[in-house]
Nanobody, 124 residues
């Protein structure tokens, strides 16, 4: 299993930006997808950005055009650049990894490795 640790969350005003990082260690071989998920209080965890092992990227409609997922392979780090933040983006953000399964990187059900999460709060 890969070990994941998120960082970079915080509080920001609407319209601002944050950059989340997810440090990876351990078994990164054969990872099919890595993704960013978020969970607001009282809501289900949702996939917002995913990247496959061959760098195909998908975004949820709610973040498309504002968030960018990328990978820094030299640092074994997954990144989520978040711009034009809205109060509705307030949530706990998690990175995750899955081995095998489908190529649907925004489907949380096949993910087996999760970080502990980092809180993002956007005020109006």
């Amino acid at each position: 299993q890969v070990l994941l640790e998120e960082s970079g969350g915080g509080s920001v005003q609407a319209g601002g930006s944050l950059r989340l990082s997810c440090a990876t260690s351990g078994n990164t071989y054969n990872i099919r997808c890595m993704g960013w998920f978020r969970q607001a209080p009282g809501k289900a965890r949702e996939g917002i950005a995913g990247i496959t092992s061959d760098d195909r990227i998908t975004y949820a409609e709610s973040v498309k055009g504002r968030f960018t997922i990328s990978r820094d392979n030299t640092k074994n780090t997954l990144i989520l650049q978040m711009n034009s933040l809205k109060p509705t983006d307030t949530a706990m953000y998690y990175c995750a990894a899955k081995y095998g399964g489908s190529w649907l990187c925004l489907d949380r059900n096949e993910y087996t490795s999760w970080g502990q999460g980092t809180q993002v709060t956007v005020s109006s």
